[in-house]
């Protein structure tokens, strides 16, 4: 789902002076990982309210129940 160079660009933000390839591949599935829970909870959300549609408000409730 996410590039390898998305991930470096994470990482540069985070100020990783050196990156290797094994640390863009533990980040990149664990970015994914957290992504489809999130994705999961927010469809439910969206179902819930009785819609089809996902919007922004759906992904933020389901960030609230990860934190």
Do not use: C, H, P, W
């Amino acid at each position: 789902m996410f590039s390898d160079s998305s991930i470096k660009k994470i990482l540069k933000k985070a100020r990783a002076l050196r990156i290797t390839k094994n640390a863009v591949k533990k980040l990149k599935q664990l970015v994914e990982k957290q992504a489809l829970v999130i994705a999961r909870k927010a469809v439910k959300n969206a179902e819930y309210s009785g819609r089809k549609s996902v919007k922004a408000k759906d992904i933020e409730e389901a960030m609230k129940i990860e934190e």
